[in-house]
């Protein structure tokens, strides 16, 4: 098992998040605007889900985990405190945001299309929300996200303390962790911590942490450096089936644990490693929390401008970028001026 020991930035994963980043914009602006390119959801004829980039995130919160080692050895408080300092502030501000504009357009349209809910403002906020416990209120929705991923974070230290304690390798329920995750994506049940989105995160979750700890050692660094090629010819060729019209039982499948993957592994310890070396990349990475947990609130205060704009093309190509870029750059604001200097602060008074 490897040491999973923390190492330097690595500049070409923040490269990937920052793709998956617009892409998930992208695939909530298609969403809002409410249009269809050849008939269908997403930007490839229907054939390549968007929404899936949630997966990538998972994976990558998954391998850089605290270490097992270091895990076994941490108390709950140092462990969690500091992974809800950065996450649910910034959710916190950009549901009260979301509720304004919300009310606001719904009064500019006469009807009540978005939600407005205190209880529902307040379990998203605290991300109780996409868990199962409490009904989706889908205020924010896409920050269910977040809460699942705290989850994953308590199952992994629950999961490593008992390991521990039993003396078993804490891949043994890694690996059952992901295979519940699959259960729960397929059957579709619906119950507290057991369903379709506690299972997304479950599975890849849980397969990043064990890419971590299998990975990170000097001889798998030298195995996937020597079959890198090989590696880009089998992700290549599954995103090609993906994306076909072959009717592969499955398909869908390739996406989630060979493509995701496969580029991870390409971009942590291959050769795009060397290449994606620009400090920029890393100042981008930093704020893709930030146009995750915002997006969904300034495409409300897109649609009041467009209320007062009704020139504004919604469907071009340009506006969609223009939107992707605005978010972006509202986001190093936040980051800059709210995100950062709170999450210290609070660190400072809590840890």
């Known amino acids: 098992m490897g040491n999973k020991q923390a190492s330097k930035r690595v500049y070409s994963i923040d490269f990937l998040r920052v793709i998956a980043s617009c892409f998930i914009v992208l695939y909530h602006y298609q969403i809002f605007g409410g249009y269809f390119r050849t008939g269908q959801l997403n930007f490839v004829g229907g054939r390549f889900n ?8 998972f994976i ?9 080692e270091r895990c076994a050895d941490t108390g ?3 462990f969690f405190l500091p992974k809800v300092i950065r996450l649910i502030p910034q959710i916190a501000f950009s549901v009260l945001f979301y509720e304004g504009f919300a009310v606001l357009l719904n009064s500019l349209n006469g009807d009540s299309t978005y939600n407005v809910s205190f209880f529902g403002s307040v379990i998203t906020i605290l991300c109780l929300h996409g868990i199962g416990i409490f009904e989706n209120p889908f205020i924010n929705g896409a920050t269910w996200f977040v809460s699942v991923l705290l989850l994953c974070h308590i199952l992994y230290f629950l999961l490593v303390k008992l390991c521990k304690k039993i003396r078993i390798s804490p891949l043994i329920p890694f690996a059952l962790m992901i295979a ?3 259960v729960l994506k397929i ?5 507290p911590l057991l369903c379709v989105y506690t299972g997304r ?27 890198e090629p090989v590696l880009w010819i089998v992700v290549a060729a599954s995103l090609f089936l993906h994306l076909s019209d072959y009717a592969i039982p499955g398909k869908g499948w390739l996406l989630i644990f060979i493509v995701y993957p496969g580029l991870f592994l390409l971009f942590y310890f291959g ?3 060397d290449l994606l070396k620009a400090p920029v990349l890393e100042s981008l990475g930093n704020i893709t929390y930030d146009v995750y947990v915002w997006h969904a609130s300034m495409l409300l205060l897109f649609g009041i401008l467009q209320h007062y704009c009704p020139c504004i093309d919604v469907s071009g190509y340009l506006v969609a970028f223009l939107f992707v870029a605005s978010m972006f750059l509202w986001s190093a604001l936040v980051y800059r001026f709210v995100d950062k200097p709170l999450t210290d602060l609070l660190k400072r008074k809590l840890l």
Request: with cysteine; net charge positive; charged share 25%.
């Open 271 to 273: 050769r795009m490693r």
């Open 76 to 78: 709950f408080k140092k």
């Open 201 to 227: 995160g479950y599975s890849m979750f849980f397969l990043g942490c064990i890419m971590g700890e299998t990975l990170l050692t000097e001889k798998a660094t030298k195995f996937l450096r020597k079959w």
């Open 180 to 182: 519940l995750g699959l």
């Open 187 to 191: 059957v579709k049940i619906e119950l």
């Open 60 to 68: 990558c919160a998954g391998f850089f985990e605290l270490s097992v």
């Open 50 to 57: 968007f929404s899936t980039m949630v997966e990538f995130f």
